[in-house]
């Protein structure tokens, strides 16, 4: 196979898992409410990990408008998966933290998302794995350098 045909095969594959990746988000936002966006999931899954946040940081980590998070922000807090509270350090803003029934319902995703994994890669050997994650970590660097990717 040429540099070429090879490429255009990674692109292909690359190409077939983000159309993976957006049905898993799905499924996952399914798992935590029926009414939760798959945008709003990721939104949810990074303020879980982070802890309480300001709507202006979610803007930067996400490199989106301040009117999508305020959207995703409202329909969380529709759906009783966040909660708003006055920053302690700054009262004229406002944080961001998931409830309790967030926490419980994401780390029940997360339990599930690693028996898939586990189970699904139960063949490759450790090396294997390792030198996938590493493989991806050279491979997201590259594209992270390199302009218009």
Partial sequence: ????ET??????E??????RVRRVINLRAQMVHPQLQPSAYLLLSSIAESGPVRASELV??????????SRQVSHLLDLELLVKEKDPSDARASLVSVTDDAKSRMADVVEHRRK?????LSEWSEAELAGFV???????AALNEASGL
């Fill in 1 to 4: 196979m040429t540099r070429d």
């Fill in 7 to 12: 490429l255009r095969a990674l692109e292909q």
């Fill in 14 to 19: 690359v190409g077939v898992m983000i159309r």
């Fill in 60 to 69: 930067e980590r996400f490199d989106t408008d301040k009117g999508a998070i």
């Fill in 116 to 120: 898939l994994f586990a189970e699904g």
């Fill in 134 to 140: 590493q493989d991806l970590g050279r491979y997201n």
